[in-house]
């Protein structure tokens, strides 16, 4: 291993690329590629990631979108403390129980020991809602909605992956309160549909939305809604985002009563919702390649880096105007555009770097090209070459960031929608595991039945589950049976091994 890590260290500092092959060995490709990519360095903590601007960058593009949407639907941000005292935590048992192993306790201050331990937020409906309860008194206090953009804490202790699984990171947190069910199911699904927006039109990366089971819904919650993601090289599912209806339960425990217009007394009911940067993880995972990261441009910080390409008698400083005019000519036009006008480095040297950094499009001006009023522009996503002209450079590249974009998303539908498998058969869904499928199947929808298929799957690659009932049930003809039980199925649902 430690000659392992050396070679690490000297391929870094001649930026020659990564040392493993996606298809080879995914784990150690992912860890290599969003150090070596920029996105995180690990820190002394175990489980914790600095995240360096280049990821930041991809989060803020993400924020921007998300906080203009929702503050359309009138939801207001707000901060609450990161501290929750231990009375409180505890107080919905079911959420509590689901949490506990992951949360942190604060216990001492300074040298002395705190007479009650506090806990750090994994989640904030217990640190929010003694303050719904205040501030929810009658009717035209209602709806309450509210979102807070901060970082959580769990303490995860399997296999910590950055972006996926980490101990701190940061998320959104939506918590709304309503005077009816149906209002707040509806927003359920309004929130589910934006974050099928960030995966699909930003990530250019296919979900699913769906329902998750009683077994795997948010602990205390009423029903949970998510869309589901697929690495296709692992074979693992990855929830990609929640949008929970809470049902009364918290407004039981925490009192949360209001009076409508008649002078009755109701309790409200709940939403809680949330993304987090783990959205960044998935997007590595399903378009990084053997060279290195590969950007969508919608959430790119440079969508195109321009690079000088002089040669040994060649008019260098017209060149480098050249470069300087392309990328302020782009900027001007609201692309995201950098030159690399580094003198003590290649430009192949430069090519490996952008590469590896996945900017979707790369700008090359050599002598030729400047004698020819043209720029050479080179794709990220499949390293195909283009001649265009200086005089309609604008429209030119954001037709091809566009189809960029586009190319990405219908690659990786394709390789995902590659990876789903029908069956009806226990048979068949275990030949379907182990060829790391997404599998559909019909199900009876009984929790003892999902825990014995986690049981009987359990293995060195981990147990199955379910991912996810698709809101868009395919049609189940009548008599059709649970693939686990053989009783009569109820739905199709999604099942596989997950992250």
Known sequence: MAGGKKKKEVKKETGLGLSFKKDENFGEWYSEVVVHGEMIEYYDISGCYILRPWSMGIWEIMQVFFDAEIKKMKIKNCYFPLFVSSSVLEKEKDHIEGFAPEVAWVTKSGKSDLEIPIAIRPTSETVMYPYFSKWIRGHRDLPLKLNQWCNVVRWEFSNPTPFIRSREFLWQEGHTAFATKEEADEEVLQVLELYRRIYEEFLAIPVIKGKKSEMEKFAGGLYTTSVEAFI???????????SHCLGQNFAKMFEINFENEKGEKGMVWQNSWAYSTRTIGV??????????????????????????VPYKDADTQGILDACTATVETLSEAGIRA???????????????????????????????????????????????????????????VKTLLDNIQQSLLDAAKQKRDASVQVVKTWDEFKDALVQKKMILAPWCDEEEVEKDVKERTRGEMGAAKSLCSPLEQPELPEGTICFASGKPAKKWTYWGRSY
């Open 283 to 308: 997007m590595v995972m399903v378009h990084g390649d053997d060279k290195g990261l590969v950007l969508p441009p919608k959430v790119a910080s440079v969508q195109v880096v321009v690079v000088p």
């Open 232 to 242: 296709p090289n692992t074979g693992r599912g990855v929830q990609g985002a929640t």
């Open 338 to 396: 950098e030159s690399d006008l580094r003198d003590n480095y290649s430009p192949g040297w430069k090519y490996s770097q952008w590469e590896m950094k996945g900017v979707p499009l790369r700008i090359e001006i050599g002598p030729k090209d400047l004698a020819n009023n043209q720029v050479r522009c080179v794709r990220r996503d499949n390293g195909s070459k283009s001649d265009i002209k200086r005089d309609n450079l604008v429209e030119q």
